[in-house]
């Protein structure tokens, strides 16, 4: 189930940018790339019916979430 692709992130500084605000941005890409989350479920061997109990129950969230907010508007 997990994706076996280069992990290849990039940021450069912008013009008179503060470097907390470059690390922030490198940051938000990780996350957003989810590289940390894959290399932490990726330390310790995962049972195949685990991983699908984990992937439907983020999808059942997922989901949850969207009717959620769909009510509300």
Do not use: C, G, H, Q
């Not at 992990?7 to 450069?12: G, H, L, S």
């Not at 290399?39 to 992937?55: D, G, H, L, T, V």
């Amino acid at each position: 189930m997990s994706r076996r692709r280069p992990i290849n992130v990039e940021i450069y500084p912008r013009k008179n940018e503060p470097i907390e605000r470059t690390i922030k941005r490198f940051s938000k890409k990780i996350k957003k790339e989810r590289i940390i989350e894959e290399f932490k479920e990726n330390m310790y061997y995962e049972k195949p019916s685990e991983a699908k109990k984990r992937i439907a129950k983020r999808r059942k969230n997922t989901i949850d979430r969207l009717k959620e907010k769909e009510e509300t508007t």
